[in-house]
């Protein structure tokens, strides 16, 4: 089993600045891949960004080059830095990490950015 929890969610203006957080903890050596994901209002979750066990990073087109994933394995800790945010970035963002049998998710922080 594995918990996630997320921190750092809020509001902020357009253009501005929010870093995301995801702590796990549990059977933690058994992920292989990990990443973030949102879902606005009347929407589907959509991926935004994913880090594997080799630190290879994949990112959504529309926030790349705004956004950073990254992770530091000695706090089981994963990171989304967000920069020159959009009112379109607008969601609640969730914690996804993956073993090879199951995908477990933390419950959600809510990022608003206002225009």
């Known amino acids: 089993q594995v918990q996630l929890v997320e921190s750092g969610g809020g509001l902020v203006q357009a253009g501005g600045s929010l870093r995301l957080s995801c702590a796990a903890s549990g059977s933690t050596g058994s992920i292989w891949t990990s990443g973030w994901y949102r879902q606005a209002p009347g929407k589907q979750r959509e991926l935004v960004a994913t880090?594997?066990?080799?630190?290879?990073?994949n990112y959504a087109d529309s926030v790349k080059g705004r956004f950073t994933i990254s992770r530091d394995n000695g706090k089981n800790t994963m990171y989304l830095q967000m920069n020159s945010l959009k009112p379109e970035d607008t969601a609640v963002y969730y914690c996804?990490?993956?073993?090879?049998?199951?995908?477990?998710w933390g419950q959600g922080t809510q990022v608003t950015v206002s225009s």
């Open positions: 996804n990490a993956e073993t090879l049998r199951t995908a477990y």
């Open positions: 880090i594997n066990s080799r630190a290879s990073t």
